[in-house]
């Protein structure tokens, strides 16, 4: 029996492999996909899910969520204090929360008793992704915010053909992410560009793996990167990255 035929056995649970229409949580919020492509709507902005990503949700953010044929997405509700750091917070593919969320499958807690301890791990894992650990302010104009988010997905993209592709000139770019967030466009991308991979080895990753999560070339690129903004020496990074940013 194929998968997506085994997801339906389950009549009530079936909403896995389907996805739904769109809803708001009183609770914080996670959507992970277990396996497959999915997308994922929230009030006019749209992110592309694939296997083993996460987005975490605030409160009352209204999003629906379209699962490809053959995929499967859980989204557990969370501790109301266990927050996201702004209203959508894209979290990628984090080793601690793959284990945790397999682990979830496989136990299939259904009672509030049962589900009380998978929630707090959840919540203890998710609470290291709270803060960014480089101060990054995002734009807030929608035209640069969209152009944010797509520098971001696609890193070896230029600020000249970002601009052109959302109808803007990268001066008026520039202008608008040092008034809105008081940096330069590259270096603004640079440091969200390091939180993400960041946040992949604070959640279990290894340094090939986190760079290939933030988008550069190579394991080095990312250490000097990181050596760089951070001031901590190449050595200690590549030595212990998550202890000597901790320490930093």
Known sequence: MPVTS?????A?????????????????HLVYLVSGNAR?????EEWRLTRHEAVWLAPHVAHA??????????????????????RVQPLGAVPAIIELMTTILGAAPSTAEQVLPFRQALGRVLRGFSRPYFPVVPPTHPAVRALAREALRTP?????????????????VQRVFLDETGLPFTRWR????????????????????AARA?????RAGLLRAL???????????AADAVGALGGH
């Open 6 to 10: 085994l997801g339906t056995v389950v």
């Open 65 to 86: 969520l379209r699962i490809e044929p053959g995929g499967m997405a859980l989204g557990p509700t969370l501790n109301p204090t266990d927050l996201p750091r702004c």
């Open 214 to 218: 933030a988008g550069y070339a190579t």
């Open 12 to 28: 009530e649970n079936a909403i896995r492999f389907l996805g739904h229409d769109t809803h708001r949580h009183d609770e914080p």
């Open 40 to 44: 994922l709507s929230t009030g006019g």
């Open 156 to 172: 070896a993209m230029t600020l000249e053909g970002l601009a052109v592709q959302h109808r803007m000139s990268p001066r008026q």
């Open 190 to 209: 640079n440091r969200a560009r390091m939180n993400a991979a960041v946040e992949h080895l604070r959640g279990g990753g290894e340094l090939t793996a």
């Open 227 to 237: 050596s760089r903004e951070s001031g901590v020496p190449v050595s200690a990074l």
